[in-house]
Each structure stands twice: as C-alpha cells, then as structure tokens.
C-alpha cells in the first residue's frame, strides 16, 4: 500500500492495518512528521492540565495522539470498570484506572502491536496494576458481553474503516445503563474530493 492509494481500492483489512501501521509510528517514533498533531505541546493545548501531564510517564505523554481532555466528564467512579477503546500509548487508560482504583479496573485495546507494548510498559512504570491492555481491533472487542460499565474514546471512530460495527461492539460490552464518553473529530462542512480519497487523507 501508498499512502497516495484512493480509499475505494483497499479492503477495511488494508485500512485497519495501514492504520495500526501509522500509530505504531507514533509509539516507536514520536517525534517523527506526521499530518496530525502528537505530544506534550498538543495534549497541553488540548486541555490536559500540567500538573496531570507531569504525573504520567513520559513515553505516554510523547505519543498522545487524541483530539481532546475528556475526564472532566466521564465522572468515574471507584470500583467501575472501563473499556477504552483505541488506548495508544495508555495516557487515558492511566488516568481512568487511577479514578476507579482501588477495586475498578481499565479494559483497553489497540489494534497497533507497538502501541499495546508501549502501553503496557507504561503501566507498569506508573505502577497501575489494574489497567490490562490487548491487541484487538475495536470492531471485534476481546471482552465478554454486558462487562464494563464505562466506555471512553479519544478521537478513535473516525479511524475505523467500519462505524457501526464498532458502535455495536462498544455496546455489547456495556452493561445495561452504562455510559459512553467519546470525543471525536466532526467537519461543519463538506470536503471537497480530492481532499478526502486516498490513504494519507484518512490520517488528517
């Protein structure tokens, strides 16, 4: 694949992958050019106050790549389990399994391998135990039905090939009258053709 491939000639296989492929990038590399903002400096500008920042380790904190600071409104509560979906480097996952430790617990997937092991060294370095991250795609969750009773997502649908089927799988593993708190990128107008067709479009 190129990432001047047109969308309409790649599977939602070529997707997933060419997706797990560029935030792999941002784990390993997060420094490196990409065409949507990483970071301290943007996690910083996006709402994430210092002091919270400064608690995390570092490696979380490089490869954040969400789109905005949510926690003021997932309202967590101890003993609650949640499901985060798309968890990169782990800096929301940490967050949420401090806010329901000490009995709750964080169920958390990535679909790009190097971001499930930077998040799960990240963990341990923040010395959370009760985070478990997988390497699974968000419309096909590795979780029990009716499991968690929160799900949270930072800027994750727009990157799946398949909306409504990850929709469905977030309720699936929702308990009856659990919530979900996802932030997301939204266009308040259309986008011309030539902007929105090939691969690297899919990544602005």
Request: with cysteine.
């Amino acid at each position: 694949m190129t990432q001047s491939q047109r969308i309409g000639e790649l599977s939602t296989d070529d997707i997933r992958a060419a997706v797990a492929e560029r935030y792999g990038q941002v784990a390993t590399q997060p420094d490196g050019q990409f065409n949507f903002p990483v970071g301290r400096d943007f996690a910083a500008a996006i709402g994430y106050p210092a002091d919270v920042l400064a608690s995390l380790p570092d490696a979380a904190v490089r490869s954040f790549a969400g789109v905005t600071y949510y926690h003021a409104r997932t309202c967590l509560q101890s003993g609650e389990t949640v499901l985060d979906l798309g968890c990169g480097a782990g800096l929301d996952a940490l967050l949420a399994a401090r806010a329901v430790a000490p009995t709750g617990q964080v169920l958390a997937v990535d679909y790009a391998a190097p971001m499930v092991e930077l998040a799960r060294a990240n963990a341990h370095t923040a010395g959370v135990e009760n985070l478990r991250v997988e390497q699974a795609p968000i419309e096909s969750l590795p979780f029990a039905d009716a499991t968690a009773d929160v799900a949270q997502a930072n800027g994750v649908f727009n990157l799946s090939p398949e909306k409504e089927r990850a929709v469905a799988e977030v309720w699936r593993v929702l308990r009856p009258g659990g919530r979900i708190v996802a932030a997301e990128i939204v266009l308040n107008q259309a986008v011309a053709d030539n902007e929105r067709a090939t691969l690297d479009d899919w990544f602005r």
